[in-house]
């Protein structure tokens, strides 16, 4: 039996440019994970998966996997559908090829983070994991949009390649390949990666990879290999929050069409290409402002940490100050950005909660993650005023609707996890 974690993302800044390779994001992993548990045994006539997700109604698979003249088919008995895990073993078992038969007992689970809450919480039976348990089928509880798609198809990647592959938690370029090849296909697009990257390696600072090389992939079953052995060219660099920053994740409880925003931003790039590079210069270079900050503030906390305190106790020290400045730019971007390509990238709504975020005790400033929208706000706060702050948020009473993911940051990507912490009785 063995077990795996990895965790939901944030993209702090790169929003839109992360889809281009030459432009860097700065990715921030959560400690909302999504987790596999897995057993396996021999089969006798062809390999089986059966995957369990016991925190939502009707949650099982069960599929047969299939050689045909095109590759490798996954076929759920009972004719039911799910897309991400339908192309994670496809993609599994076209990277392996012809082995023994094996079956496969797989039990998911998703932290608190990633949905809805729900009334109840059942502990594991030595109180290490706690998760909602609902009523409902996992396509009508709401998503927080944390990523939970690309942490489902680097699990379940993990938990079969680790059949075949040993310490597959630590060959992470091999997983990473592997499950933006199985992401890409059941998106039915080939996306820009990073959240597939955060599930695997962490907060990083990320530039995207050749996307040709996924196209192949999933084109020609037989090249999923070749292309997944090979080195690919991105940028993953480790990047992390300096000590006593922390991240607070607001849920609006909004809702927001991430597709259409981007259609209608990659449409008025088309149209409007000088307008829109000149708005992509000037927020890259914020975006990199932002990332030299936070590495300025590391670097000082690991040479003095003496000096590092006296620089984070408060909002006024130059550099809490340089770093809400590059926020701020940030932000006057993406505000241009929404403007001229009528995308709701920051919203008027989003922009007077951050506006009066930012002004709050402790509050380094504020973005709306990732393809922006009504769906959530990101904020930077110093630690030793979090309680201040959320005490000043909560007698707004305008703001009544947001509420305050109980996550932080992870550095760390895809782990190996205790079997025994997913008891539950």
């Not at 339908?86 to 689970?109: H, K, M, Q, R, S």
């Not at 030595?126 to 348990?133: P, T, V």
């Not at 007077?352 to 504020?366: F, P, Q, R, V, Y």
Request: proline share 4%; hydrophobic share 35%; with cysteine.
């Amino acid at each position: 039996m063995r077990a795996y974690s990895a965790p939901g993302k944030a993209l702090l800044a790169g929003g839109y440019l992360v889809i281009d390779p030459q432009y860097s994001a700065y990715v921030t992993a959560l400690s909302a994970c999504m987790h596999s548990v897995v057993t396996s045994t021999k089969s006798q006539d062809h390999s089986k998966v059966t995957v369990k997700s016991p925190q939502f109604e009707q949650g099982l698979w069960v599929y047969k996997l299939i050689r045909s003249d095109h590759g490798w088919e996954a076929h759920e008995i009972q004719g039911r559908t799910n897309p991400f895990l339908e192309a994670t073993l496809v993609t599994v078992w076209n990277y392996w090829g012809d082995v023994d038969p094996v079956a496969f007992d797989i039990t998911i689970y998703s932290d608190a983070g990633f949905h809805a809450p729900s009334e109840l919480i059942k502990q594991s039976s030595n109180g290490s994991q706690k998760f909602y348990f609902h009523d409902k089928e996992i396509n009508n509880v709401p998503k927080t949009g944390l990523g939970s798609s690309a942490g489902l198809v680097v699990v379940v990647s993990a938990a079969l390649l680790g059949e075949f592959v040993p310490d597959i938690g630590k060959q992470k370029d091999l997983l990473h390949n592997i499950a933006q090849v199985a992401h890409c296909s059941a998106q039915g697009k080939i996306g820009s990666g990073f959240d597939v990257a955060a599930a695997v390696y962490g907060s990083i600072k990320f530039q995207r990879f050749d996307p040709k090389l996924v196209e192949s992939a999933i084109n020609k079953p037989s090249e999923v290999k070749s292309i997944c052995d090979r080195p690919w060219k991105f940028g993953h660099e480790p990047i992390s929050l300096p000590p006593r920053i922390k991240l607070l994740m607001g849920d609006v409880s909004g809702g927001s069409n991430t597709p259409k925003l981007v259609s209608q931003v990659l449409q008025w790039k088309k149209d409007k290409s000088a307008e829109a590079l000149e708005i992509y210069t000037q927020l890259n270079d914020a975006n990199e402002r932002f990332m030299a900050s936070l590495t300025k503030l590391q670097e000082l906390a690991d040479a003095d940490s003496v000096a590092y305190e006296k620089s984070v106790t408060g909002k006024t020290s130059p550099l809490i100050l340089e770093l809400s400045s590059n926020i701020a730019d940030i932000r006057r971007w993406i505000r241009e950005m929404t403007q001229k390509s009528g995308a709701a990238i920051e919203p008027s709504e989003q922009t007077d909660l951050l506006d009066a975020c930012s002004g709050l005790s402790g509050c380094i400033g504020g973005v709306v993650p990732g393809a922006g929208g009504y769906d959530a706000i990101c904020v930077l706060v110093l630690e030793n005023k979090i309680d201040e702050f959320k005490a000043e948020f909560s007698s707004k009473s305008q703001y009544s609707n947001i509420n305050w993911l109980d996550l932080e940051e992870r550095s760390t990507g895809i782990q190996m996890e205790i079997p025994n912490n997913y008891h539950f009785t």
